[in-house]
């Protein structure tokens, strides 16, 4: 640091890898600053010094520049703040409210007094104190939001997965409505040897071979109880016989909740009604369905609808 003894002393610090410049601050060659930056390229982003950082020490090394000064005549001159390039920028929002930030330190500081090093220290640290704070915070809901949308992910192959498995068997349940068992299992035998265009040509277009050839070997049941007892969060999947007209009984619902808990429900006159649940969910599932009974019987309704395709077990749980 090199000081001039008069009123238009400046300060001379050594560059930042990113060259930052400003009135207070007599940046080396060229040549030095292409050097230093060489040095920190190809390591990792996070390590790198920005822009804020040379900012931020030459700021400190000018404070020295004052607290040292004995006289009028020793006094720097005024300290500029950083004019940052373009892409010298370590966030976007810099660009657009580093002059209001400046605005709202200068009123927030009018009547602050630091007379020595030692005030400006302290009264850094309690504002770095919040920054840093803000800065755990953001950490915080960054690494939270990556985990979150990691299990979400999850979640959705796994609602996917089981879709496949329930269409499959809702198509095989609408091939059994229109052949008889022997034929059924001659037509998924053939399905399974993947005949799946000659199948199609016997069944026509009502009934999804590819579907019921994806579900071949699968059970539903089974493939609930492994989705509910593997997953860390909540989970739902829906689906149906693919009907247009809305008749109750021909959409349902899988919804799964971890350690080993899910509820399948019809839909019946608005309302998702239970009717199977795994043995740990089944009080929550019974639960529910009392609710929905208890007001269709203060409406005078009658049991909703809820089709054939899965069996109502729990009106043998009350």
């Not at 209001?100 to 020595?116: E, K, V």
């Amino acid at each position: 640091m090199n000081n001039q003894s008069s009123s238009n002393k400046k300060v001379t610090v050594l560059p930042t890898p990113d060259a930052v410049v400003h009135a207070a601050v007599d940046v080396k060659s060229t040549e030095q600053t292409q050097s230093t930056t060489s040095q920190v390229t190809g390591t990792d982003a996070s390590a790198r010094a920005h822009a804020g950082r040379g900012a931020v020490l030459s700021a400190l090394e000018y404070a020295s520049s004052v607290d040292a000064a004995e006289g009028i005549q020793d006094l720097p001159e005024l300290f500029k703040a950083v004019d940052y390039p373009a892409d010298g920028l370590s966030h976007g929002y810099r660009s657009t409210a580093y002059g209001r930030i400046r605005l709202d330190l200068r009123d927030i500081t009018r009547d602050w007094q630091i007379h020595t090093q030692n005030d400006l220290d302290d009264l850094l640290g309690v504002i770095a104190s919040e920054l840093v704070n803000k800065m755990n915070h953001q950490k915080r809901h960054n690494i939270n939001r990556i985990e979150n949308n990691r299990l979400q992910t999850l979640a959705d192959k796994a609602a996917a997965d089981y879709k496949v498995i329930a269409d499959g068997y809702i198509q095989q349940y609408l091939l059994r409505k229109r052949f008889s068992e022997p034929e059924v299992q001659e037509l998924l035998q053939m399905v399974a040897d993947n005949k799946i265009g000659f199948v199609r040509g016997i069944v026509g277009s009502g009934i999804d071979v590819q579907a019921v050839h994806a579900s071949i070997g699968t059970n539903w049941k089974a493939a609930a109880d492994e989705w509910a007892n593997n997953t860390t969060q909540a989970g739902s999947c829906s689906f149906s016989t693919g009907a247009t007209d809305n008749v109750d009984g021909t959409s349902f619902i899988l919804q799964v909740r971890p350690a080993g808990k899910w509820i399948l429900s019809a839909w019946a006159d608005g309302s998702w009604y239970p009717l199977q649940a795994s043995p740990v969910a089944l009080p929550d599932a019974l639960s529910d369905r009392a609710v929905i009974d208890s007001i269709r019987e203060a409406q005078t309704k009658p049991r909703p609808v809820t089709g054939d395709i899965f069996m109502d077990e729990l009106q043998y749980e009350h």
